[in-house]
């Protein structure tokens, strides 16, 4: 009896040592930042997923430990303020990163594989959009396209490769990085041919309106396709796959949708259904349910309040391979119940503008409110960055009310989204005037306070009670303060 419990003893003990021996830890400081939050976000069962970042404290040293258990390893990122640490985390690695804010020294970093670690850091990935892409503006043929996206590749694959011929990296971080290098480039092909087919499908009065996607493009696209395949499971856990995906997404499914006929779908609704059908359709597997869980939380993010997003996260949560991501997914979902839940409440502080379809200009719009201040919210419903501003509003209209200056929202969405856009209202317990804006005025807003042809939102406008207009770029509900220091002007 005795002899079996000390078996049975050994090989539980046995089991957690080898447990204990496949946990990576990471040790972060950040000199000259004690108690400052930063943002961690581990991979998901292996693969990045940013809707699992997770905010902590420093301690009184500028310090925090990480440890991630074998389905926590692969791309980890780490973000303090306007430093982004990213590492390439192996099951037993044991690694340490000092690094000095006060100066943008590239990080000290020991431990497993520090070299390859250093050079992830300080080579081309964080700086994509502002360097890497615009190389390849002035590439007119696809053959002069792939042959610079070569030459760029190999001369970022020769720097790992060299860490790997002198021992300083070993084979999994190496492959890690040469395949990232492959899809980051891969991306970059995508977004390119992509530049030249969106063309197409503009409007023919539009400046940019080209009648036809060039041929060449059309076959390289599908033979990047063919040697990047979508389905590899074996490079989820790169981040620049994520990027390559999106784009495939966004993009060359579009082409195919396009190119069927499939031109006619303008509500936000049909939409969003329409883009998870095609994920489920040309993404299978392990990757199909990552790629429906990332572009959920996309979704999520931009606050997009749709109808069709409850029961496809429904459907997604009764896949088993669905599991690991659901406890990130769940709170917006319910965000999203609950704001189908409320929209029927009315508030009275809630004031729709009535017969707004006659209100075709600014200046006619103006008459509405005349001798009244003004603070003008130009948003729409399917803008983010609008929606992120009213969590501000409270402190805002505190501020504006003290100098008797009223809202007013002008919604920048299309009829099609009338339904919509007073439900958000009303959950977004928006209290003020509000109107949606008719095509004429639309069209009149973008030639007053845009080029004509097309415009940027959050925008608001500070009007005085002469209906003259103050401030052009008025400050946001985030801004109290600056927002204060416009109104006293008033």
Not at 199 to 213: K, L, N, V
Not at 315 to 344: D, E, R
Not at 379 to 403: H, I, M, N
Request: aromatic share 14%; with cysteine.
């Amino acid at each position: 009896m005795r002899s079996c419990i000390m078996v049975v003893l050994f090989i539980f003990s046995y089991q957690y040592l080898m447990a204990q021996t496949q946990v990576a830890r990471i040790q972060y400081t950040f000199l000259n930042r004690p108690h400052t939050e930063v943002s961690i976000i581990k991979p998901v069962n292996n693969a990045i997923f940013f809707a699992a970042r997770k905010n902590v404290l420093l301690d009184e040293k500028g310090s925090i430990s990480i440890s991630c258990s074998p389905t926590e390893t692969g791309f980890l990122k780490v973000i303090c303020k306007d430093r982004v640490i990213d590492l390439f985390v192996q099951s037993g690695d044991n690694i340490e990163v000092i690094i000095d804010t006060a100066t943008s020294a590239k990080p000290m970093i020991t431990g497993s594989n520090k070299d390859g670690q250093v050079l992830l850091n300080e080579s081309f990935i964080p700086k994509y959009y502002r360097d890497i892409l615009p190389l390849f503006r002035n590439d007119s043929t696809i053959e002069l396209l792939s042959k610079h996206v070569e030459a760029e590749k190999q001369k970022y694959t020769e720097q790992f490769g060299k860490l790997y011929d002198a021992k300083l990296v070993d084979s999994s971080f190496f492959n890690f990085a040469k395949k990232n290098i492959d899809y980051l480039y891969a991306t970059i092909l995508v977004q390119k041919m992509a530049e030249r087919f969106y063309p197409i499908t503009y409007s023919p009065t539009s400046p940019a309106y080209r009648s036809e996607f060039p041929k060449e493009y059309a076959a390289y696209w599908d033979a990047v396709l063919d040697h990047f395949p979508l389905n590899d499971s074996s490079v989820k856990f790169l981040p620049a796959y994520q990027w390559y995906a999106e784009n495939m997404i966004n993009a060359n499914l579009y082409r195919i949708r396009w190119f069927k006929g499939d031109t006619t779908i303008k509500d936000e609704s049909a939409f969003i259904r329409k883009k998870f059908e095609d994920i489920q359709q040309y993404f299978k597997g392990e990757i199909g349910v990552l790629t429906q869980a990332r572009e959920l939380h996309f979704m999520y993010i931009q606050e997009k309040f749709e109808q069709p997003l409850i029961d496809i996260y429904e459907n997604f949560s009764k896949l088993p391979s669905a599991a690991p991501y659901l406890p990130f997914l769940q709170p917006y979902h319910q965000k999203i119940k609950a704001f189908h839940g409320v929209v029927s409440q009315k508030n009275k502080g809630i004031s729709f503008i009535k017969n707004p379809t006659q209100i075709n200009s600014f200046k006619a719009l103006k008459e509405v409110f005349k001798g009244k201040k003004l603070y003008i919210d130009l948003w729409a419903t399917w803008c983010g960055p609008c929606k992120d501003e009213f969590k501000y509003q409270e402190e805002a209209k505190k501020v504006l009310a003290s100098r008797s200056v009223e809202t007013l929202y002008i919604s920048m969405d299309v009829a099609e989204r009338d339904d919509q856009w007073k439900k958000m209202v009303q959950y977004f317990q928006l209290t003020g005037h509000h109107i949606r804006t008719s095509d004429a005025l639309r069209d009149d807003l973008m030639k007053l306070f845009w080029d004509g042809k097309s415009y940027t939102i959050p925008r608001y406008l500070l009007i005085d009670d002469k209906g003259v207009i103050r401030e052009l770029n008025a400050a946001r509900p985030s801004d109290v303060k600056g927002l204060k220091e416009q109104i006293e002007k008033l």
